[in-house]
């Protein structure tokens, strides 16, 4: 355990603390939306660069116990396809203090594993689901699987990795007009949608800001079927404004649904996330050009303490913003699956 407690956690120049981990655990993914990932795929780094589940549960205890991190989400890529998920799940469930685990997913195998990731100690998930009907999402996914998505999240319910957000990314043309029933779905089971706006982190490259839906539009077509009031709690960082949804005719709440307006109305002055890729890079931002290897020195053999000296040093040149509000449109040197969403 840690011999010598050192009290800064992860600052940056702009007196932001990072207390929100992501960590990928595979650039691999078994769908391709077309919004992240390439119809053939990406090439994808050797395995013995991928952090071992020992690895990643080391980086986890480091963030923990020396930088104040208290949430945890895995995502990827494809976090399922890791095998050892559970193993590394329930590695960062004995970490004291214990963080909160989450997991980001398409859920695609979700219900076989589901009740043992809760035993683990997975908290709760967010799923991706672009649309319920089988031709649009197989459009946007590029793969058949609605219905696995569907019993995946059928079985976090049931497993009480809940409240369960599902994540939904619009675009023109093709979805967007789902939106509104996507949310009456969430309302019906008590999940929480969450319309992500299209950023330009797909590996094709085809994100256009002249196209892509904004949240305002967002709030429209979701206002055509319910009444959206802006929820007054406080958000503390979380990315998703929240508004309080009711029946166009009034009534009670239902329930809550969140826009995250990355673009449009970007959130970077409280952002207080800091990123592990799959292959141990440490990025401050989504959208950085540069990342830090923490790989090399955990293999390298450095200790605990200097794993978390490198991770300052990296948090404390995170970047103001990535700008996308003001129209610039950074080249991340990553997209989207390969840094983790
Ligand atoms: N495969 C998992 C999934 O889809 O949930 C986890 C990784 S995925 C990269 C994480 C999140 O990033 C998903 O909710 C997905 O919709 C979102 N995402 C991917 N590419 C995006 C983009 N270009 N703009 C906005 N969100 C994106
Ligand atoms: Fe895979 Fe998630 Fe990217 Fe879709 S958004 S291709 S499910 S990593």
Redesign the pocket.
Known sequence: MSETRVPTGLLDTFGRTATDLRV?LTER?N?R?T???PADGLPLPPADAVLTAEEVVRLVRVAVERLGVRQVRF??????LRRDLVDIVAGCAALRPRPELSL????VGLASRAAALAAAGLDRV???L?SLHAATYAQIARRPFLQQTLDGIAAAAEAGLGPIKV???LLRGVNEHHAAELLAWCLERGHQL?V???????ADGV?DRATMVTAAETRALLSARFDLTPDATPREGAPAELYLVRDRAGGPVLGRVGI?A?VTESFCADCRRTRLTADGAVRSCLFSAEETSLRTALRGGADDEGLAELWRAAMWAKPAGHGLDRGLVPAPSR???A???
């Open positions: 990928s993914c769908l939306c919004y992240c990932m995502t990827g890529g494809e976090p399922l980001t997913t398409n859920a967010n799923v991706s672009d994540n939904a990314v969450r992500i706006e299209q950023m330009p982190l797909d994100w995250i990355s997209s989207m699956s840094i983790g969403g």
